[in-house]
C-alpha cells in the first residue's frame, strides 16, 4: 500500500485565490512527522512545513498552513494568497519511526503539479 | 553558498558506461542521503550515510550503484554499466545531528540521461 497518496496530479488556482492540496498517509508507528516541500522547474526540493503527529496545533509558515487531521490520517496544504511564483511541483512527505539505523528518512507522495493563473 | 551542492548537475551517457555523481553536503550535517527522481514520481530513498558509514541501503539500490562518503564529508554515488531505466534524477539531502523535525535539505540534483 502506498505510504503517501496525493491523489491531484494537477491543480489550477487564481492568482491572489487559496488552493489546498491534499495528501493522505498510512503508517501504524504512534510517532511520525509529515512534511510538504515544493519543487520548482529547476529541481531543488524546498522545505515547506512541518506537523508532528503530537503536535495539537496546526502547523503555519507565513502563507502555508497544514490541516492535520489525524483520525482521517490526511496532511493537507493549504497556500493562502497564491502567488505566480507558486507554480511548481509540490510533495508531501512521512518521516516515521527510526529503522535502527538512524537513517528517518523520508517517504514523499507522487506530488501535486501546481500552476498559478494570472 | 552553504547549501547542499551537486555534480555535475546534467550528464547524458551511453548505455554501458559508468557515471559518477558528487554532492556535497551543508559542512555541519552528519547525516547523508541519495534519492532517484523519475518523472511524475516522488523522490525515492536510495540510500543514507551517517557520517562515513553507510547504515541504510534501499532495495533500490543495484549491485550496480555504489556511494562512498570518506571522512563523512562529501559523498559519491557511482554507477556501472549504465542502462536506460537508470535515467533520473538523482537527489542528495543532508540534515544535522539530532534535529527536531528530521528536515531534510536537497541539493539540486543531478539529471542522468543513459542513451
Known amino acids: 500500500a502506498q505510504k503517501i497518496t496525493q491523489t491531484q496530479p494537477g491543480m489550477f488556482v487564481q492568482e491572489k485565490e487559496a488552493v489546498t492540496l491534499d495528501c493522505t498517509y498510512d503508517?501504524?508507528?504512534?510517532?511520525?512527522?509529515l512534511f510538504w516541500y515544493k519543487q520548482p522547474s529547476s529541481g531543488e526540493m524546498i522545505f515547506l512545513i512541518y506537523?508532528?503527529?503530537?503536535?495539537?496545533q496546526n502547523a503555519t509558515e507565513g502563507r502555508y498552513s497544514l490541516n492535520f487531521q489525524k483520525a482521517r490520517k490526511s496532511a493537507n496544504l493549504v497556500i493562502s494568497a497564491s502567488q505566480l511564483g507558486d507554480s511548481a511541483m509540490y510533495f508531501c512527505a512521512m518521516r516515521e519511526a527510526d529503522s535502527g539505523a538512524g537513517s528517518y528518512q523520508l517517504t514523499f507522495g507522487k506530488g501535486t503539479k501546481l500552476s498559478v493563473i494570472p | 553558498d552553504t547549501g547542499v551542492s551537486q555534480n555535475p548537475r546534467h550528464k547524458i551517457t551511453k548505455r554501458g558506461q559508468n557515471v559518477t555523481f558528487r554532492c556535497d553536503p551543508i559542512s555541519e550535517h552528519n547525516r547523508l542521503y541519495w534519492y532517484r527522481q523519475t518523472l511524475g514520481q516522488g523522490p525515492e530513498f536510495l540510500t543514507y550515510f551517517q557520517n562515513e558509514a553507510q547504515l541504510e541501503k534501499s532495495r533500490l539500490l543495484s549491485d550496480r550503484f555504489s556511494a562512498e562518503r570518506p571522512k563523512g564529508s562529501f559523498s559519491t554515488l557511482e554507477i556501472q554499466r549504465t542502462e536506460q531505466g537508470d535515467s533520473a534524477m538523482y537527489l542528495c539531502?543532508?540534515?544535522?545531528?539530532?534535529?527536531?523535525?528530521?528536515?531534510?535539505?536537497f541539493g539540486e540534483g543531478s539529471r542522468l540521461t543513459v542513451l
Open positions: 506537523q508532528g503527529s503530537y503536535d495539537q
Open positions: 539531502a543532508s540534515s544535522p545531528r539530532g534535529q527536531g523535525t528530521g528536515e531534510l535539505f
Open positions: 503508517t501504524s508507528d504512534p510517532s511520525y512527522g
